[in-house]
């Protein structure tokens, strides 16, 4: 249970959660200038995934020209999102590029090369009377905007903003935290945009239909921002949301610590907010939303902090979506000597990129570049001492030298009940760890084998059921052909068997009485043969014989009657017919 923590400077009460740490800030690295404008690249490269779920499919041809705010890509399937130009240009090519993963994988990629003259595709109407409109035209113009969750997780925004009627949602809560160290992407926007931040809450309570209370959750170390957030509510807050000043702790921007500082109420391991009836946005996100819907703006482009003493020029840039972050850093004066390593997120919980070649997605808050002795990453791992300041750290209250170890054992079972998969990798553990292990990276690894495990055996499992079903398909077309075989040699054992009538003709030339019971055609003959026979005698009795077969020979006498038979068949037919 948690306790009572302190109160906001509104007089709200706060909750604490479990552990937390406070590295320095450094965000004033980044905070001097306001935000520059976006530079237009020479290249733009676009990932076709650029969130979490199914890739979009791209609506353009290699040679094509595009206009900005063009749809290039539509989302393929609910989890999902589209994809438009961030501005004009030509399609170059569509194909594998690096893209911004501590592996260096590569993805489908849309090239676009910008022809500088930004021209506009017409974009749709505004929706400014959008509270007077159905939530569901609303939420679909989000959903076309391709607007992904931009605090870093990037999950497709429409989905959280459509929980359905089995989650009603009385609570919005708006993440504005931004509790990472030297990140200041969210701060700088909420002092520039405060006003759209406010329409964006608007919109979410109309589209979720919020009746209860909005929070908007910020950290102390943001002062300027929360000024410009009081001015923008004082003048148009939406009924029941309410400015949280938060204390400054680390993670406190985690979407469930932060419900649980703003209201106490603590979320089951895998659940989601929604299943407590509340909804969490980013800033960045409510921001978009309202471009989106009340000026028809597709995300396109987006903040990102630009830190670390390793470049020459820090600060806070709007980018295009795609932009290299080659060319991002290039435009910003380059790196200072001795930069070794470029992370993309911030120092807990980034990851290392292999290259700068890799473009910036929807996700992407900050690019840092630290000096050579700036989080110094150099020492080196010493054996576990079981002090235990790891578990006094971590937020969702694991063992993470229980974790530690089993992963170390590569025993997989052991490190799921020790509930890896609720480990939220903030790099709490390994920031305290006296031995500087890197914990986090053996629970990633843990977390690859256990789903590349997974994977493996759903493959296996699809495998079996495939060779089942087609053993199960032989085996049923090898009785078949054994059963007809069967019925086959019993038919002709009937027939053969001695003094069996059975398929032999009567005295009269009938087929057997069975036969002609059971085939209808057969029975239809014998009834024609019979009429033909017996109109025969008639006229024999009658005296009147047929001129011209008086005198016939054995093979006309066989002709006759084979003609007769067939004459029969056809009267046959033409009854049954
Ligand atoms: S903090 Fe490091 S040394 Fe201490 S128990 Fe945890 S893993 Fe071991
Ligand atoms: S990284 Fe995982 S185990 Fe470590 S403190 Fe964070 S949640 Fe806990």
Known sequence: MSLPRDLSPSGRRLWRFHGGVHPPEEKALSTAAPIAPALIPD????????????????????????????????????????????????????????????????????????????????????????????????????RWAGIVGLGGAAFPSAIKLAPGPDLPIHSLIINAAECEPYISCDDMLMRRDAAKLVQGIHILRHVLGVTGECLIGIEDNKPE???????????????????????????????????????????????????????????????????AVLRGIPLISRIVTLTGRGLAQA???????????????????????????????????????????????????????PAPAELDASAPAGPCIRCSQCADACPVQLLPQQLYWHTRAKDMDKVQDYNLFDCIECGCCAYVCPSHIPLVQYYRFAKNSIWTQAEEKRKAEHARQRHEARQQRLERVERE???????????LRRKDKP??????????????????????????IAAALARAKAKKAALAEQGVQPKNTAELTPAQQRQVEAAEKRRAQAASQQESE
């Open 315 to 369: 600060g806070n840039q709007e980018v295009l979506i795609g932009t290299l972050a080659a060319d991002l850093i290039a435009q910003r004066g380059g790196y200072r000597p001795g930069v070794t390593r470029l992370i993309q997120g911030g120092p807990m919980m980034g990851q290392a990129l292999h290259s700068d070649q890799v473009p910036l997605t929807k996700g992407a808050n900050c690019l840092l570049a």
């Open 225 to 291: 921002a929360i000024t410009a957030l009081q001015q923008a509510l004082a003048a148009h807050a939406p009924a029941h949301t309410e400015l949280v000043v938060i204390p400054t702790l680390y993670p406190s921007g985690g979407e469930k610590q932060l419900i649980q500082v703003l209201t106490g109420q603590e979320l089951a391991s895998k659940g989601i907010p929604a299943q407590i009836g509340m909804v969490c946005h980013n800033v960045g996100t409510a921001v978009a939303v309202a471009d």
């Open 481 to 491: 052909r054994k059963e007809k075989i069967r019925q086959k040699n019993e038919a």
């Open 499 to 524: 003094g069996s009538d059975q398929g032999k003709p009567d005295a009269a030339g009938n087929p057997s009485g069975n036969e002609a019971e059971t085939d209808p055609k057969k029975a239809a």
């Open 43 to 142: 290249r733009l490269v676009l990932p076709l995934q650029q969130h979490i779920g199914a890739p979009a499919q791209p609506l353009v041809a290699v040679g094509e020209r595009v206009l900005k705010g063009q749809l290039i890509a539509q989302a393929d399937g609910a989890v999902s999102a589209n994809l438009h130009a961030p501005t004009s240009g030509q399609i170059s090519a569509i194909g594998e590029h690096p893209v911004a993963h501590p592996s260096g994988l590569n993805a489908p990629c849309i090239l676009l090369e910008p022809d500088g003259e930004e021209r506009r595709a017409e974009l749709p109407e505004p929706l400014a009377d959008f509270a007077q409109r159905d939530p569901g035209e609303v939420l679909a113009r989000i």
